[in-house]
């Protein structure tokens, strides 16, 4: 038998697209690689698509009409029927806000107020969820039980009794009065314990036979490993903070000097009417912190969510 015929007879078959992408160690998982998206599928995927689009615009809407009412001369802005552009843009209504109103001194004071909230609640709630999640000590599950129950009693209830104590402190018209009553709350407190539950205990075991404490465990072992529920706490305690309108409005008498966002966006409804115009456009000045925070922590959010035991898991 020639060269030749030994090279046809030994000539490998050519392998089938399903074959070639599949190899030898493919399987049926391969298999499902090469196959094309069904006609079901694409329909369900462009309705997700749909769907989120619209529900975006829906909650998108009042922020975009609030912008461009922003915009508008004052007379404008409560046109009926409404219109989204008025007559001419009036990016100066931006500036004017600040020489309306002391809206420096709220941004700051809100500023000061906010991260000082955030500071306070992480500390607080980082050392009672170790408490409560990792240490062992008598009745610890009825306390717990007890703490959380606060989360039930609405904070109007507690208004009057909160200034009363602020009285007795000499706090009224002061940094700790906005700062301090709020920041033992149960839902931080929470959020830690369920996220401190899931690390292992072998991780804490290993640093006791090291010679390690349980404050000396806490802050070099169990604290690194929390970031992601910290950001998701310190972004809801900064917000709760920054949008407070009721407990401001009562413990602080001194409104140009400690009055904060909330309380600045209702100055500009005045006796004599309310400026529409500044006060869209000071509302969204004082959302753009929010949105930066939010956007800059989005993947410590997410995660610190999922792990957090407020991801339904």
């Known amino acids: 038998m020639s060269t030749e015929t030994l090279r046809q007879t030994h000539r490998p078959t050519p392998l089938s697209p399903a074959t070639a ?3 030898p160690r493919g399987g049926r998982r391969g298999r499902r690689r090469s196959q094309p998206v069904s006609r079901g599928e694409r329909v369900g995927l462009i309705a997700a698509y749909l769907a989120v689009i619209v529900a975006a615009v829906i909650f ?5 009409y609030a912008f461009f009412s922003a915009l508008k001369p004052s007379n404008e802005v409560l046109l009926a029927p409404p219109t989204l552009i008025g007559s001419e843009v009036r990016w100066q209504n931006f500036v004017e806000v600040f020489s309306f109103a002391p809206f420096t001194t709220y941004i700051a004071n809100s500023f000061i107020v906010s991260v000082a909230g955030v500071l306070v609640v992480l500390a607080v709630s980082a050392t009672a969820g170790y408490a409560f999640g990792r240490l062992r000590w008598p009745g610890r599950d009825v306390v717990f039980v007890l703490f959380l129950g606060t989360l039930m009693v609405p904070q109007e209830v507690l208004v009057i009794p909160m200034f009363v104590v602020m009285q007795w402190f000499g706090w009224v018209d002061t940094y700790q009065s906005l700062v301090l009553p709020w920041a033992f709350t149960a839902f931080g407190t929470f959020l830690m314990r369920q996220f401190f539950r899931g690390i292992p205990f072998e991780l804490e075991e290993a640093a006791r036979m090291d010679g390690a404490g349980p404050v ?12 992601s529920a910290l950001a998701v706490l310190a972004v809801f305690t900064f917000l709760n903070y920054w949008n407070s309108y009721l407990w401001p409005l009562v413990t602080v008498n001194d409104y140009n000097a400690l009055g904060t966002l909330p309380i600045g966006l209702a100055s500009f409804a005045t006796q004599s009417g309310t400026r529409w115009d500044l006060q869209m456009a000071a509302t969204i000045i004082s959302m753009i912190p929010t949105t930066i925070l939010v956007i800059a922590l989005q ?14 898991r």
């Open 21 to 23: 992408v599949e190899g």
């Open 299 to 312: 993947k410590h959010l997410v995660k610190g969510i999922a792990t957090s035991g407020l991801g339904g």
């Open 60 to 64: 998108a809407a009042p922020l975009i």
């Open 216 to 227: 000396r465990t806490f802050l070099q072992v169990i604290l690194p490993l929390a970031g």
